[in-house]
């Protein structure tokens, strides 16, 4: 016998700046799963996605007054994530909160201490575990296609996004990184080293070449900036058979093999390590993140059990732990140890 379809879950956003207005257009395109509650933005509607005005509020309390709200999308700037959740957690609203989940550690853990005393789900979007090509590669190396995992590499450069005001590259850039090899290297980071540089003129900084190792023996490098004339979005993932290559921008993932067959000649073995084997690009399903993080939050939601790709809030405060130890290690020209 079929299930019986759960009731729409009531679905507001806060902040329809940059990425909010997305998810505000998701939430208003996700029926019968979800029904818009609303949204709220101190500025307005500046891009206009909100297809009724009546749904559009200038505070929290406004949107609580107007009817029924099951959960809300905080994603309004990094620092001002905690007041939000606080807000919604006291009037009983599960959150999804934009990644980095919150500015400092310390707000983190206030922030998880109001959704946990109040008995709440919550969640973080590092949006990019919802990637197509890295969902595929996440989902081959846990089949074991290429043995044993050494190395993720990752590298996130580009222009500056003009509007970024609160936090430096790592936390608003890099915590995607930190996240990213912690969940594809399947445990935590336990040592972090660190190099940055200022620019821009900026009070924070915009560059970072992080370098460390998970408690799993993996490494891991990440390269993060908003000084390149060129946007890039890539990760590798190097181990016993061969190397991944996830291009988050196009959705792209290819294979490059270890060569099968024997080289019959010793000196070239040798002196190449591994020889250089087919190379097979994936015809991938190609569906939005966004849409496939909001999925994986009403799952949660709903109890149904879900992929793996709703991010924790536990998984989140330790990203923003060691978005912190990499600030620290970058300050002091020291390696960071993470318990
Ligand atoms: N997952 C991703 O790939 C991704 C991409 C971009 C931004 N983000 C995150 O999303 C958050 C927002 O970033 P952005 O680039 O969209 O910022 P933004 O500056 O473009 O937009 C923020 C919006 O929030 C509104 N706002 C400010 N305070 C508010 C409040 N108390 N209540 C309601 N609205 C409020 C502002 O008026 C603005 O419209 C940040 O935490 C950022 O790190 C995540």
């Not at 957690?89 to 206030?110: F, W, Y």
């Not at 336990?190 to 560059?207: C, F, I, K, N, Y």
């Not at 070449?209 to 946007?231: E, H, M, Q, Y």
């Not at 294979?255 to 073995?269: C, H, K, L, T």
Request: a negative charge; glycine letters at 8%; one cysteine or more.
């Amino acid at each position: 016998m079929s299930q019986p379809t759960p009731p729409a879950l009531h679905g507001a956003v806060l902040g329809l700046g940059m990425i909010g207005r997305h998810h505000a257009r998701l939430l208003q395109s996700t029926a019968p799963r979800v029904a818009f509650a609303g949204a709220v933005d101190p500025g307005g509607d500046r891009h206009g996605v909100v297809r009724d005005p009546a749904r559009l509020h200038a505070t929290i309390p406004e949107l609580l007054a107007a009817g029924p709200v099951d959960f809300a999308i905080v994603a309004v700037p990094t620092e001002e994530h905690l007041p939000a959740v606080r807000e919604l957690a006291a009037a009983g609203v599960h959150v999804l909160v934009e990644k980095p989940l919150a500015a400092t550690e310390a707000d983190a853990l206030a922030l998880i201490h109001a959704v946990e005393s109040a008995s709440l789900h919550g969640a973080v979007g590092h949006v990019e575990r919802c990637n197509p090509a890295l969902l595929e590669l996440r989902r081959r190396l846990n089949a074991d296609e290429i043995g044993q995992v050494y190395a993720i590499a990752t590298e996130r450069i580009g222009p500056f996004p003009d509007r970024i005001r609160d936090v430096g590259v790592v936390k608003d850039l890099a915590t995607h990184d930190l996240d990213l090899v912690r969940w594809l290297g399947g445990a935590p980071v336990t040592q972090v080293a660190a190099q940055t540089q200022h620019r821009m003129g900026r009070a924070h900084e915009d560059l970072v070449l992080a370098t460390g190792r998970l408690a799993s023996d993996v490494s891991f490098n990440c390269i993060v900036d908003w000084l390149s004339p060129t946007k890039v979005r890539r990760t590798r993932v190097l181990g016993e058979r061969g190397m991944f290559v996830a291009d988050t921008l196009n959705a792209d993932l290819t294979f490059y093999a270890n060569a099968a067959m024997p080289i019959e000649w010793d000196a070239a073995q040798q002196a190449r390590g591994v020889s250089e084997g087919d190379m097979t690009r994936f015809a991938l399903a190609r569906r939005e993140p966004l849409l496939v993080e909001h999925e994986a939050f009403c799952d949660v939601l709903q109890g149904i059990e879900g992929d793996g790709v709703a991010v924790t809030l536990r998984e989140g405060l330790e990203t923003v732990r060691c978005a912190e130890a990499v600030l620290r290690s970058a300050a002091t020209g020291t390696t960071q140890s993470l318990a």
